[in-house]
């Protein structure tokens, strides 16, 4: 990650005293969660980012040279009963999920351009009730893991009417399978 970082945020490791944050975004269908792991709202980019202190906590998120998939998992805890039923019916999938990290002067003002450490998808949504609040858990997958997913389609009309309908490029494919064509001078 050192080489990530450049400018200001580099700088700031350099110091004896290190203010380190994490900011997540969550794109959910219902809207945009923006939090981040202090206390209070921070205003960055334009937008609040609600803080969540220790309730929030995030996994390693690690990088490797290989072409590998690594992912992040979000956490929430003390989220309140009534809330949970709104976040069980979230549909989630496939939605953008983005992990920052910022650095804070000894002002206690935010660094300009906190690093992005993790883009991704949320893939799944595990909750741990414990009757008044909750936990709630989202794990992310970058875009490396998209390549073990096996692509199912076929040259086929049908195929290509359902992602591109009135296209009438494999319009005769099925008339071609057993088509004999001959070349040249007639028999």
Do not use: H
């Not at 390549?147 to 359902?162: C, E, H, I, M």
Request: hydrophobic share 40%; glycine share 10%; proline share 4%.
């Amino acid at each position: 990650m050192a080489e990530r970082l450049s400018g200001d945020p580099k700088a700031e490791t350099f110091k004896d005293v290190v203010r380190p944050a994490l900011l997540a975004e969550l794109q959910f269908a219902s809207g945009t969660t923006r939090a981040w792991t202090g206390v209070g709202t921070l205003t960055w980019n334009g937008e609040d980012w609600l803080g969540v202190g220790t309730f929030g906590r995030v996994s390693t998120v690690t990088e490797t040279l290989d072409l590998k998939a690594v992912g992040a998992r979000f956490e929430l805890s003390g989220i309140p009963g009534d809330l949970v039923a709104s976040m069980v019916g979230e549909p989630l999938q496939g939605k953008k999920a983005l992990l920052y990290l910022a650095f804070f002067d000894e002002d206690w003002q935010l660094i300009p351009d906190p690093v992005l450490l993790f883009r991704g998808f949320m893939d799944s949504c595990e909750l741990q009730d414990g009757g008044q609040t909750a936990t709630i858990a989202l794990n992310a997958e970058n875009r490396l893991a998209d390549l073990a997913r096996a692509r199912v389609r076929r040259y086929t009309d049908a195929d290509q009417q359902a992602e591109y309908p009135g296209d009438l490029g494999f319009a005769y494919v099925a008339s071609m399978q057993d088509l004999q064509i001959l070349w040249g001078r007639s028999p």
